[in-house]
């Protein structure tokens, strides 16, 4: 039994923050006491599932797709509109994860095969093209999906906040902390079935096309075939991710499932946490999400700072919403100096340590 | 020695009638001919407009293989350059036919200048690094895309910012039931005269040989001892001021100019170019007329379905011919 498939994150360092992440979300309830805290580990949690998701296409096919997050929206839809239409229950949600899944591996296969055949950089637009008239369809077709406002919904009563279940260690034990470990176990053994994934033949030959794609077609693997299952794959991660997330908030709209800003902060959290490695999106997550809840207040002060001293510009520069701006900049500093990310430098620097030795 | 004849291009002439295929098959489920004058006239217009934003792009693609996904980013650029120079001239607007005619070339060449001179640095910083290397490129790029909207989010404000016509583009013109916004008209002769700009440039000039060859074969063109990375800086500040000169006309066409425009605007770019084919110039133009078409068209009869439509339109467009209408060797 080899729960991590034989490949642990290189180095001591890399190591150790992915245990201290991984512990801290496993003993979060207890730990981090509190609504906010709680809200932010299921945001690293479910973020780092959609990350690690992503990072099968982005890291190891090398495939740019913008339609990412929509596969995490169809998950969340389903789930939420089967719990919305046939009221809350297991039933209900096995019956919207299911149907989640199969639309969302349906579109992936259609996509793949229409846009992998001729270039990589054809998927890219493609996709983003296909995402956008997918959100307009979303807030279009009000009827079903509630349109911008998104549908509110009941969970089984397990889950709810006000089902108590006991105390343990001075904590009361209601339905949100089984919930929280619902979406936790849930995002642990997704994570390990695709790092089963990427470790398999399969993902071997995933690896090769990145490397090159030609090679690889001349050794004799279908080049288009590979790229659209690592789709598809890729959108069934992203789609239970989406369910998880959706079980949480007990809401599915626009902003929370289908959002554009969603697809571009999984994609900062890949690039800095390390493209290629799925523990870079366990990393990533973690760091993205706690800076955008803490470091934005640090901005906001900065601001109100500069706004003190009538400095020109800056408030407006270092105003709280502008945090994407310094964000970009980071990603694109990232993207230049630092391509392997958070673990892949740290894993760079263990391999060098042990040929030094 | 006389030499044989080279020969004769095959010249490829079914892509260039889809526009009339498209506004054959619409005119009947339109019905009433003016509304049906009417909405072509509109569409070519648009289609004028997106011809002017994505024909640089594309051209930069063809030939450096470099696609920017900040595109839209010098889009909305161009059209807050726009309201930066109307706010300026504000004491002259109004005033005569030839003060507002001055504001409004003024906007364009500002905006052309501004996204040109933002391109140069943009390239330089960003691209340059990572030619070649596709992956890169498009994760640098949307870095750079994300920077430029929140500075523009920073500088000007989060609320939209009026950009109306001049007064002298304003109102329309009525033919019996047949009805064109003035400004419309001026749009399309502007992208008319930068598409015949941008095909005498290419066909009849030495750059325009150089760019060409460049984007039939880059390692030739290099062998011959031109540097052809100094052209392609010269092609993506081109691309840059194109796309600022169609923002300003979008943004005016709009009535605003908004940061978020510059996303909207890359996904209906991209699928001009993908239906046009990756680098070809007149594709571009054809392909622009197309989305125009179906998105009035479809607004018209499914307002509910108009973007999807372009989705379904580029499907057809690619099952028929996988690599777009005129693909690059072809041009």
Same mark, same amino acid.
């Given at each position: 039994?080899?729960?991590?498939s034989g490949?642990?994150?290189?180095?001591?360092?890399a190591?150790a923050?992915?245990a201290?992440v991984a512990l801290?979300l496993?003993?979060?309830?207890?730990?981090?006491?509190?609504?906010?805290?709680? &809200?932010v580990?299921?945001k690293?949690? @479910?973020?780092?599932a959609?990350a690690?998701?992503y990072?099968v296409?982005l890291g190891?096919?090398? @495939?740019v797709?913008f339609?990412?997050?929509?596969?995490?929206?169809v998950g969340?839809?389903? =789930?939420?509109?089967a719990?919305?239409?046939l009221?809350?229950g297991w039933?209900?949600?096995?019956?919207?994860?299911?149907?989640?899944?199969?639309?969302?591996a349906?579109?992936?296969?259609v996509?793949g095969?229409?846009?992998l055949?001729?270039?990589?950089i054809?998927?890219?637009? =493609?996709?983003?093209? =296909?995402?956008?008239?997918f959100?307009?369809?979303?807030?279009q077709?009000?009827?079903?999906?509630?349109?911008?406002?998104?549908?509110?919904f *009941?969970?089984?009563?397990?889950l709810r906040?006000?089902y108590?279940?006991?105390? $343990?260690l001075g904590q009361?034990?209601?339905g949100?902390?089984?919930c929280?470990y619902?979406?936790?176990a849930?995002?642990?053994?997704?994570?390990?079935i695709?790092?089963?994934?990427?470790n398999?033949?399969?993902g071997?030959?995933?690896?090769?096309?990145?490397?090159?794609?030609?090679?690889?077609?001349a050794l004799?693997?279908?080049? @288009?075939?590979h790229?659209?299952?690592?789709?598809?794959?890729?959108?069934l991660?992203?789609a239970f991710a989406?369910a998880?997330?959706?079980? $949480?908030?007990?809401?599915?709209?626009?902003d929370?499932a289908?959002?554009f800003?969603?697809q571009?902060?999984?994609?900062?959290?890949?690039v800095?946490? &390390?493209?290629?490695?799925?523990?870079g999106?366990?990393?990533?997550a973690?760091?993205f999400?706690?800076?955008e809840?803490y470091l934005?207040?640090l901005?906001?002060?900065?601001?109100q700072?500069?706004?003190d001293?009538s400095?020109?510009l800056l408030?407006?520069l270092?105003?709280?919403?502008?945090?994407?701006l310094w964000?970009g =900049?980071?990603?694109?500093?990232?993207v230049?100096?630092?391509?392997?990310?958070?673990?892949?430098?740290?894993?760079?620097?263990?391999?060098?340590?042990?040929?030094? *030795? | 020695?006389t030499?044989?004849?080279?020969?004769?291009?095959?010249?490829?002439i079914?892509?260039?009638?889809?526009? !009339?295929?498209v506004?054959a098959?619409a005119a009947?489920?339109i019905?009433s001919?003016s509304?049906?004058?009417?909405?072509?006239?509109?569409?070519?217009?648009?289609?004028? %407009?997106?011809f002017? %934003?994505?024909?640089?792009l594309t !051209?930069?693609?063809g030939?450096m293989?470099v696609?920017?996904f900040?595109h +839209?980013a010098?889009i909305a650029v161009g059209?807050?350059?726009a309201?930066v120079?109307?706010r300026? +001239?504000?004491?002259?607007?109004?005033?005569s036919?030839?003060?507002?005619?001055?504001?409004?070339v003024a906007a364009l060449?500002?905006?052309a200048?501004?996204?040109?001179?933002l +391109?140069?640095v943009?390239?330089r910083?960003l691209?340059?690094?990572?030619?070649?290397r596709?992956l890169?490129?498009?994760?640098?790029?949307i870095g750079?895309a994300?920077?430029?909207?929140?500075?523009?989010l920073?500088?000007?404000?989060t609320?939209?910012?009026?950009l109306s016509?001049p007064?002298?583009?304003?109102?329309?013109?009525?033919?019996?039931?047949?009805?064109?916004?003035?400004?419309r008209l001026?749009?399309?002769?502007l992208?008319?005269?930068?598409f015949?700009?941008?095909?005498?440039?290419?066909?009849?000039?030495r750059?325009?040989?150089l760019?060409?060859a460049?984007?039939?074969?880059r390692?030739?063109?290099?062998a011959?001892g031109?540097?052809i990375?100094?052209l392609f800086v010269?092609?993506f500040m081109a691309?840059s001021?194109?796309?600022?000169?169609?923002?300003? !006309?979008?943004?005016?066409y709009?009535?605003?100019?908004?940061a978020?425009?510059g +996303?909207?605007?890359?996904?209906?770019?991209?699928?001009?170019?993908i239906?046009?084919?990756?680098g070809?110039?007149?594709?571009c133009?054809?392909g622009?007329?197309?989305?125009?078409?179906i998105?009035?068209?479809?607004?018209f009869?499914?307002p509910?379905?108009?973007?999807?439509?372009?989705?379904?339109l580029?499907?057809a467009? !690619?099952?028929?011919?996988?690599?777009g209408?005129?693909?690059l060797?072809?041009?």
């Amino acid at each position: 039994m080899r729960p991590l498939s034989g490949d642990p994150p290189r180095g001591w360092p890399a190591r150790a923050l992915v245990a201290l992440v991984a512990l801290g979300l496993a003993a979060a309830p207890f730990v981090f006491p509190g609504v906010k805290a709680l &809200g932010v580990a299921e945001k690293i949690c @479910v973020l780092a599932a959609l990350a690690a998701s992503y990072d099968v296409l982005l890291g190891y096919t090398g @495939v740019v797709s913008f339609a990412h997050v929509m596969f995490f929206g169809v998950g969340a839809y389903g =789930v939420g509109l089967a719990s919305y239409a046939l009221g809350p229950g297991w039933g209900a949600l096995a019956l919207g994860l299911a149907a989640g899944l199969a639309v969302a591996a349906l579109l992936a296969l259609v996509i793949g095969l229409f846009s992998l055949r001729v270039q990589a950089i054809f998927f890219a637009m =493609v996709t983003l093209a =296909v995402a956008y008239a997918f959100n307009v369809l979303a807030s279009q077709l009000s009827d079903l999906t509630g349109g911008e406002d998104g549908r509110s919904f *009941r969970v089984p009563e397990l889950l709810r906040p006000g089902y108590k279940l006991g105390e $343990w260690l001075g904590q009361a034990i209601t339905g949100r902390t089984l919930c929280y470990y619902l979406v936790f176990a849930g995002a642990v053994a997704l994570f390990l079935i695709l790092l089963r994934v990427v470790n398999s033949p399969f993902g071997r030959v995933l690896q090769a096309i990145r490397e090159n794609p030609l090679r690889a077609e001349a050794l004799g693997y279908r080049v @288009v075939v590979h790229r659209t299952l690592a789709t598809v794959v890729a959108a069934l991660a992203a789609a239970f991710a989406g369910a998880l997330d959706a079980l $949480w908030l007990r809401y599915v709209g626009p902003d929370t499932a289908l959002s554009f800003s969603i697809q571009i902060d999984v994609l900062v959290i890949v690039v800095i946490g &390390g493209r290629g490695t799925l523990y870079g999106a366990v990393v990533g997550a973690a760091v993205f999400v706690i800076a955008e809840t803490y470091l934005r207040a640090l901005i906001g002060g900065l601001s109100q700072g500069a706004a003190d001293l009538s400095l020109p510009l800056l408030p407006s520069l270092l105003h709280p919403d502008r945090w994407l701006l310094w964000l970009g =900049v980071l990603f694109i500093l990232a993207v230049r100096f630092a391509p392997r990310g958070i673990v892949g430098e740290l894993a760079r620097r263990a391999d060098e340590r042990r040929l030094a *030795r | 020695m006389t030499g044989a004849a080279l020969p004769k291009p095959r010249v490829d002439i079914w892509p260039a009638l889809t526009p !009339l295929l498209v506004a054959a098959i619409a005119a009947p489920f339109i019905g009433s001919a003016s509304t049906f004058v009417t909405l072509t006239l509109a569409s070519l217009a648009m289609g004028a %407009m997106l011809f002017v %934003m994505a024909s640089g792009l594309t !051209l930069a693609f063809g030939m450096m293989d470099v696609l920017n996904f900040g595109h +839209g980013a010098f889009i909305a650029v161009g059209a807050y350059t726009a309201t930066v120079v109307y706010r300026l +001239g504000a004491p002259l607007a109004g005033g005569s036919l030839g003060l507002d005619l001055a504001l409004f070339v003024a906007a364009l060449v500002c905006a052309a200048v501004v996204c040109g001179a933002l +391109g140069f640095v943009y390239e330089r910083l960003l691209v340059a690094p990572v030619y070649g290397r596709h992956l890169e490129q498009i994760l640098i790029t949307i870095g750079g895309a994300i920077v430029i909207e929140q500075l523009l989010l920073a500088l000007f404000g989060t609320e939209p910012i009026d950009l109306s016509p001049p007064r002298a583009f304003q109102g329309s013109l009525v033919f019996g039931q047949i009805g064109i916004e003035k400004y419309r008209l001026v749009a399309l002769g502007l992208g008319l005269a930068l598409f015949v700009a941008q095909l005498v440039v290419l066909s009849r000039t030495r750059i325009g040989l150089l760019i060409r060859a460049g984007v039939e074969n880059r390692e030739m063109v290099e062998a011959l001892g031109y540097r052809i990375e100094r052209l392609f800086v010269g092609v993506f500040m081109a691309a840059s001021a194109l796309a600022g000169i169609g923002g300003v !006309l979008w943004g005016i066409y709009q009535n605003q100019a908004r940061a978020g425009m510059g +996303g909207e605007l890359l996904v209906l770019v991209f699928i001009v170019i993908i239906i046009g084919g990756l680098g070809s110039t007149t594709g571009c133009a054809i392909g622009a007329t197309l989305v125009a078409l179906i998105a009035n068209y479809a607004g018209f009869l499914a307002p509910k379905l108009a973007l999807v439509s372009n989705i379904v339109l580029m499907v057809a467009v !690619l099952l028929w011919r996988p690599r777009g209408l005129y693909p690059l060797s072809a041009r």
